[in-house]
């Protein structure tokens, strides 16, 4: 199972950048989380295989969690972008591996970076 993270890049504030997390095989829930340097990783968004979605409270009503379960993609559309925003950003996948159990996987990060 393989989980590739795209998307990240340079943003001066304000503007937008679109994540993708691409899996190799048919997925669960899905959550982007977020790591910024000397800090913890928090979830910022996670949808579930039917799409239902949540946000963390710092990203609501910016940010937009979305997934296409024929090509196997998730994408976080981030709009609004702070500087508190940058950070490695990882999506993370339950994988059905059957008689009713799920594994999660991560993918390999993808870096933000907001300027002011």
């Known amino acids: 199972v393989q989980l590739q993270a795209s998307g990240g890049g340079l943003v001066q504030a304000g503007g937008s950048l679109r994540l993708s997390c691409a899996a190799s095989v048919s997925v669960d829930d899905v959550g982007w989380y977020r790591q910024a340097p000397g800090k913890q990783r928090d979830l910022v968004a996670r949808?579930?295989?039917?799409?239902?979605?949540n946000y963390a409270d710092f990203v609501a009503g910016r940010f937009t969690i979305s997934r296409d379960n024929a090509k196997n993609t998730v994408d976080l559309q981030m709009n609004s972008l702070k500087p508190e925003d940058t950070a490695v950003y990882y999506c993370?996948?339950?994988?059905?591996?059957?008689?009713?159990?799920?594994?999660?996987?991560w993918g390999q990060g993808t870096l933000v970076t907001v300027s002011s």
């Open positions: 949808i579930t295989r039917d799409g239902m979605t």
């Open positions: 993370s996948a339950l994988v059905p591996m059957g008689w009713g159990s799920r594994r999660p996987y």
